[in-house]
């Protein structure tokens, strides 16, 4: 058997994490050894409780970066801005991963969404998968392209980002005696990309993939979490996962309120134990992530900032969707999904915004709801337990011919 190390170090939100698990999981059912160094250890708690293996804390970047572009237009600026812009900085980083990658003898690196994993590793020619969702796993094409496709862009600001990028991850990687990466793109797919979404919300609409590539689907955690505790009343039922860095968070759940919703709210910072943002009979605030699936059984409407694992399962419940992006991957998803028919994205609509109005057009118009059932109709065989199967048999065939197992 091997040792596999799985690594989250971008992105916020419980979908890297449940990735992760899922496949930790069945690498840990097929005899593996399993370590998971995770951005977060607090907020997935109630996932892992149940998981038998290491979860250490990623080497993350944790000071602000000066020079770099307010609105990052790219993947490369995101970099840049997570210690990417000098190569002492990001060699600081690498050597974190390098010593935990070595301090659990890792045969194989598994990122979602942890490019400096992924150069670590190549440091120490250990092979890398990368699995995750389309955002952080572009398209094989130079330069990476904008993530703000609706912002007109300064001619030539892409090329010299990732310029910039490349700069400093060669730099490092030759001080390592590894070989340069040629594009930007490389940096996210590893040795091979495993990528989990659907061509219709992916977040650059590439359509066709490569020969040998294919669509693995979303991946998420279905039946975790606590069960559904929904307020008394006879409203509709809405399931709310919002976060507090969500500027207009209280407005939302305050037009919930005013629309006679009943909400079950998932709001990790409540949950951690700060004071609701709104105390209303008709909100009921969860004390860990919820079993979306038992949630979404008797939902008429699911409000997230478009994260990729809530989103997919309320779509695969046929369930509408209002979607509230707090950044631009989440627009770019929110948008592809409102194309569907099956959303509102709000971040799309002019200030201020009327949420009241939104919620009121989700509920009372049958338009998003026929369209998310459409969606649920296309994908009604896709199984959970078939794609980790799958992922991990790719996983697996890329661990050196002198590994067992």
Known sequence: MANFLLAWELGGGLGHAGRLKTLAVELGRRGHDVTIALRDLVHPRTLFRDVRCRRLQSPVWLHDTVGVPAKAASLAEILLAEGYFDADALDSLVGGWRDLAGAVRAELVVADYAPTAITAARTLGVPSVAVGLGFYLPPARRPLPSIRDWARLPEGRLEESEARLLQSVNEVLRRHGAAPFAQGWQLFAGDRSLLCAWPEIDHYARGALPPGEHWYG???????????DWPDGGGPRVFAYVKSGYAE?????????????????????????????????????????????????KAQLC??????????????????????????????????????????NAGARPKPVDY??????????????????????????????????????????????????
Do not use: N, W
Not at 357 to 382: E, P, W
């Open 218 to 228: 979303p991946t998420f955690l279905a039946g975790g979490g606590v069960a559904p």
């Open 249 to 297: 968070h209280a407005a939302v759940l305050e037009a919930l309120v005013r629309q006679g919703c009943r909400t079950l709210c998932y709001l990790p910072d409540v949950a951690a134990g700060k004071s609701p943002p709104v105390d209303h009979p008709s909100i009921r605030y969860a004390p860990g992530p919820v079993d979306l699936s038992r949630a979404f059984a």
């Open 303 to 344: 409000v997230s900032h478009a994260g990729g694992a809530t989103m997919c399962q309320a779509l695969l419940a046929g369930l509408p969707l209002l979607l509230l992006p707090m950044q631009g991957e989440q627009f770019l998803l929110a948008r592809s999904v409102e194309r569907l028919g099956a959303a509102i």
């Open 356 to 405: 009241g109005a939104l919620v009121a057009t989700l509920i009372g118009d049958a338009s998003a709801r026929t369209a998310a059932r459409a969606f649920a109709d296309a994908h009604r065989g896709f199984s959970q337990e078939q794609q980790a199967a799958d992922l991990c048999d790719a996983i697996e065939a890329m661990l050196p011919s002198s590994a067992p197992g």
